[in-house]
């Protein structure tokens, strides 16, 4: 098995140490096992979970969030469904109000020539606004 160490993984993925012992601690990746000298070890699989946390992040998903995703990977036999549950209570339908879902409502944004009706904020410079 091809292991590297925390230095080694942390270098390859531009980021410090202190942040792959902080992501260890919040259970989004873990060594795969100690060296003789208690140094932490890590295979492919978390080189692998550190690029997806990055990606996530990117997204703009919060560490908590990226934790449950990683969960519903770990857990096969229900990850599916506690896919499509997480998807529905995190994420806006891209369509509006999501019919299978009575009370949720999706982004709304329209467009006014002459400023944004009270209580609506500017989204750009196209005279796109939103609500809230």
Same mark, same amino acid.
Not at 35 to 50: E, G, K, P, V, W
């Given at each position: ?9 942390a270098?390859d993925?531009?980021l410090?140490?202190?942040?792959l ?9 873990a060594? /795969?096992?100690r060296s003789? /000298?208690n140094?932490?070890l890590?295979?492919q699989?978390?080189?692998q979970r550190?690029r997806f946390?990055?990606?996530a992040?990117a997204l703009?998903f /919060?560490?908590p ?12 036999d229900?990850g599916?469904?506690?896919a499509?549950t997480?998807?529905?209570?995190r994420?806006?339908h ?8 009575p009370g949720?409502?999706g ?6 020539a002459s400023?944004p009706?009270e ?5 750009g ?8």
């Amino acid at each position: 098995m091809n292991t590297m160490t925390i230095g080694k993984l942390a270098h390859d993925n531009g980021l410090a140490t202190e942040t792959l012992r902080h992501y260890e601690r919040l259970g989004l990746i873990a060594p /795969s096992q100690r060296s003789a /000298s208690n140094y932490r070890l890590y295979d492919q699989t978390a080189a692998q979970r550190l690029r997806f946390i990055r990606r996530a992040q990117a997204l703009g998903f /919060s560490l908590p969030e990226i934790r449950e995703l990683l969960g519903l990977h770990a857990d096969a036999d229900m990850g599916a469904v506690k896919a499509r549950t997480w998807r529905r209570r995190r994420m806006p339908h891209p369509r509006g109000p999501d019919p299978r879902t009575p009370g949720l409502r999706g982004p709304q944004t329209c467009r006014f020539a002459s400023g944004p009706p009270e209580g609506m904020r500017k989204l750009g410079a196209a005279g796109v606004f939103s609500r809230g």
